[in-house]
């Protein structure tokens, strides 16, 4: 008798979870635009102004790290047609076949990305994805209380023998920590050798007993002085920056990290060609001017870009000249290096 | 004859509950622990025990260790300032009563990380106490990012969670009992021993599992009070299922987790049940 009951409970949780499905499969057949992104991104305005261009609505959905977008899509989630997703994700969505390849003939607007954003390594060529902004990762220093070497002379060693330890931290990310001394060592930051990577565990093993602390978010200890040497993101340290004009922020001699974030369409779309219609609309530069401003954040698109500012447009945090951007890297797979990579970095916490 | 159902209808809503939420989420962590994660993070589905043979490295059982021994010196801690406090508020009548419950529960109303980011300022290197120290000739101390950052938030977050169980058993407890054992010649000492130490220890033992388990997951607190410099087993658990998308690595912490702490409940269960035998036959040999 109980069995036949707790039997009868799943069939009708089953009815009623097939019925939701349903539904939001009908919801999405209308012409709304799904738009998976991160919070305070777009301007209402913005959005509201495409809808009057295009007469389709836009409904956000928000995620806060792009492993939880990856383990929403993972999971199954179905709907969305566009996603934002950073340049190690699109990496991995691609190599999954989870996006759907870009048409060239709906983005009018592509040519005024610069050149340099149109070959990166995880999607040269653009098939699958289109930069929307990005940022690279080095140290943040408060100038007054810690003194600075010339610029072009800094190097890893400044934050990983930082001259002030007691006031100094390193990103919470396994990736970038050990990406920093690998640079220093003039090794590859995407190298899967066992052996240097041991030896660059050793390191941060020493060095973490040195520093304050690890720390992904380290802005607000910046401005309250808590922190006089960062690691940390460039979005951060110019935020930083604009409230403590003496929170400056150096990507080091040896080269860095830079990332993207993008636009991309997931394969399951059933919107593909408005989606198309909503990149195309935030490359129009004089839309992406509008979420950069308001975001602080670097864009890839030159004609817009070239609009900013003079104190943004030339800004070297934000835009890296030349001569650095030659020396940055994106984060690539490490494929079976990742686990024993990860059993390095908790060992040196445990 | 009429059927007896073997259970109440009323129970459903919970059984149902129970089910969704605890069950069926438990049976997908477990048999999601014997997959594989994929070089591209996906999962694949092969059964093996590799999650549970990597977890046999020194490295994760030091943590384990770690983390158990952590958690172990917070609950007892809690213990240490949690008993007084209860014992306090249960004898204690009149308007100090409720002040004092209130006092308690106060600290609730706040948001966690809001009262974590409290302490930040409070134990910061430019912090409220480094203030007076300095203001009074005195060296700084530094507390926050070290281990005793980490275990400062832990008792201070976990404190009343571990005074509200005692209070209530506390308060359970007949007024008459302590009379009586008085009237008969007990020191007050004795009282407490005898008398009412037997009848709350159920109360105390389940309180400091209420403290006790959450400690052994917990990662915020490690994350902002302790810079993250060290690894327990909360952070190692959240960073396979967020940072690396192992997924079934992470399972198998989960699991083994849970099979410690249900293990735990079960041999407590056990001892009460022998205590409450053992109670009963000395009723009956009287």
């Not at chain 2, 159902?5 to 009323?10: G, N, Q, W």
């Not at chain 2, 930040?120 to 120290?133: A, I, K, W």
Request: glycine share 6%; with cysteine.
């Amino acid at each position: 008798m109980g069995t036949q009951r707790i039997v009868g409970l799943f069939l009708a949780l089953a009815g009623i979870i097939g019925g939701i499905l349903f539904l939001r499969t009908k919801v999405a057949q209308t012409n709304t635009l799904r738009v998976c992104t991160w919070s305070n991104y777009f301007p209402e305005a913005s959005l509201e102004e495409f809808t009057a261009q295009t007469g389709i609505r836009v409904e956000l959905t928000y995620i806060s790290s792009n492993e939880e977008l990856f383990a929403k899509l993972k999971a199954g989630a179905t709907g969305f047609d566009i996603i934002q997703p950073s340049d190690y994700i699109t990496r991995r969505l691609i190599a999954l076949s989870m996006l759907a390849p870009l048409e060239p003939r709906l983005l009018s607007n592509l040519h005024h990305l610069d050149p340099y954003y149109l070959n990166l390594s995880y999607d040269p060529g653009l098939k699958y994805s289109v930069p929307f902004t990005f940022g690279t990762t080095g140290i943040a220093v408060n100038v007054a209380k810690v003194p600075v070497p010339k610029e072009e002379n800094l190097s890893w060693s400044f934050l990983l023998n930082s001259p002030d330890p007691t006031h100094t931290s390193l990103l919470d990310d396994m990736r970038e920590v050990f990406a920093s001394v690998l640079f220093f060592k003039g090794l590859s930051p995407n190298t899967r050798e066992l052996a240097s990577l041991e030896s660059a565990k050793e390191e941060i093993t020493q060095i973490k007993n040195h520093v304050l602390m690890f720390t992904s978010e380290p802005k607000a200890l910046l401005l309250k002085e808590e922190l006089t040497v960062s690691h940390a993101y460039s979005v951060d340290a110019v935020q930083a920056g604009q409230e403590n004009p003496n929170i400056r922020f150096f990507i080091p001699r040896e080269g860095g990290i830079i990332w993207t974030d993008n636009f991309a369409i997931p394969a399951t779309s059933p919107h593909i060609e408005q989606a198309h219609q909503f990149i195309n609309f935030f490359l129009d530069p004089k839309n992406n001017l509008k979420v950069i401003e308001e975001n602080l954040l670097a864009t890839p698109n030159r004609t817009a870009r070239l609009q900013l500012p003079e104190g943004l447009q030339k800004n070297p945090h934000l835009y890296p000249p030349e001569k650095t951007l030659k020396t940055l890297l994106f984060l690539e797979e490490l494929g079976d290096a990742l686990p024993r990579l990860s059993r390095m970095w908790t060992e040196l916490k445990s | 004859m009429k059927r007896t159902s073997l259970i109440p209808s009323s129970a459903w809503v919970f059984l149902i509950w129970l089910i969704l939420m605890t069950l069926l989420p438990f049976t997908l962590i477990l048999a999601m622990s014997f997959l594989q994660r994929s070089d591209l993070g996906t999962i694949v589905f092969s059964l093996s025990f590799n999650n549970y043979e990597q977890l046999l490295d020194w490295v994760y059982l030091r943590v384990l260790l770690k983390t158990l021994w952590l958690a172990l010196m917070a609950t007892v801690s809690c213990l240490c300032i949690g008993f007084p406090v209860a014992y306090f508020l249960a004898r204690v009548q009149g308007p100090m009563k409720s002040i004092g419950l209130i006092l308690l529960f106060i600290p609730f109303w706040t948001n966690f990380i809001l009262r974590i980011y409290g302490i930040v300022s409070l134990f910061g290197t430019n912090g409220l106490l480094n203030q007076t120290l300095l203001a009074f000739g005195l060296s700084k101390v530094s507390i926050l990012y070290t281990r005793w950052g980490v275990y400062l938030g832990l008792v201070y977050n976990y404190l009343p969670f571990l005074v509200v169980p005692i209070y209530s058993s506390l308060e359970k407890l007949d007024p008459f009992l302590r009379e009586a054992a008085s009237d008969l010649g007990a020191t007050r000492f004795q009282t407490f021993r005898k008398v009412i130490v037997p009848n709350i220890k159920e109360g105390v033992f389940i309180g400091s599992l209420f403290v006790f388990i959450p400690m052994l997951g917990e990662y915020v607190i490690p994350d902002l009070l302790g810079g993250a410099k060290e690894a327990f087993l909360g952070k190692v658990m959240v960073e396979q299922f967020f940072v690396l998308q192992d997924w079934p690595l992470g399972s198998a912490i989960a699991t083994v987790l849970s099979v410690l702490l249900l293990g735990a409940l079960w041999l407590q269960n056990r001892w009460s049940q022998k205590n409450q035998a053992q109670s009963e036959g000395l009723f009956h040999a009287i």
